[in-house]
């Protein structure tokens, strides 16, 4: 009898696991299916006139379970705003909202997460957060300048963890077309380790 308890107990852990690595999975095919549906539709679409006739879907890398990884997140209440810098003379208003705290390989790490000023009046955007970084990959396999991940205050948890998904991170629009002004990831925002996970470079 105790076999088969530790049998079944063993099961369910199993298979647990098994659900959870299967949610990452499934949130990482949902936003590459979201987003190639957003470029394929020329009233979202980034593209220029040229490359949106020929485009079929953008350039992901594998899908990497290790890279969504589960962050302590800190609060930093008592920032003040500043202005970040965009690929144009434009400057956004955007104030650090907190900080994820993580591991990648046994390595600590360190993301600041922000909150755009300017839009947080827009009921749809009272929630949004802000998540550029860069990392070795660019300029190689991902855009130069660095990519994006979106996160909303939704996604914090009671006890303060947040799930960053690297496999979610995007190209900002102007790696597309030079039409954009686009914010670039604070220097803060490097990780000195390569995130092959997310959308790739255009070519």
Do not use: W
Not at 24 to 42: G, H, M, P, R, T
Not at 89 to 106: C, N, P
Not at 137 to 153: A, M, P, V
Not at 166 to 181: D, L, Q, R, W
């Amino acid at each position: 009898m105790k076999i088969f308890i530790l049998t079944f107990i063993s099961l369910i852990s199993i298979v647990s696991c098994s659900q959870k690595e299967d949610l990452s999975v499934k949130d990482s095919k949902a936003f590459q299916y979201k987003i190639n549906l957003e470029y394929a539709d020329k009233k979202s679409s980034p593209l220029t006139d040229k490359d949106f006739i020929k485009f079929s879907s953008l350039d992901f890398f594998k899908i990497n379970k290790e890279l969504s990884v589960l962050a302590d997140f800190k609060r930093t209440p008592n920032e003040k705003p500043f202005k970040m810098l965009t690929t144009t003379s434009r400057l956004v208003k955007y104030v650090k909202f907190g900080e994820a705290h993580f591991k990648i390989k046994d390595k600590s790490f360190k993301l600041n997460i922000y909150q755009n000023q300017e839009i947080i009046n827009k009921p749809e955007y009272k929630n949004h957060l802000f998540l550029p970084f860069t990392d070795l990959t660019n300029g190689k396999e991902s855009y130069g300048s660095g990519r994006y991940i979106d996160l909303s205050q939704e996604d914090i948890t009671k006890d303060n963890k947040i799930v960053i998904n690297f496999n979610k991170a995007y190209n900002p629009y102007c790696a597309y077309n030079h039409k954009y002004s686009c914010p670039i990831p604070p220097k803060e925002n490097f990780l000195a380790i390569e995130i092959n996970a997310g959308v790739k470079k255009f070519h």
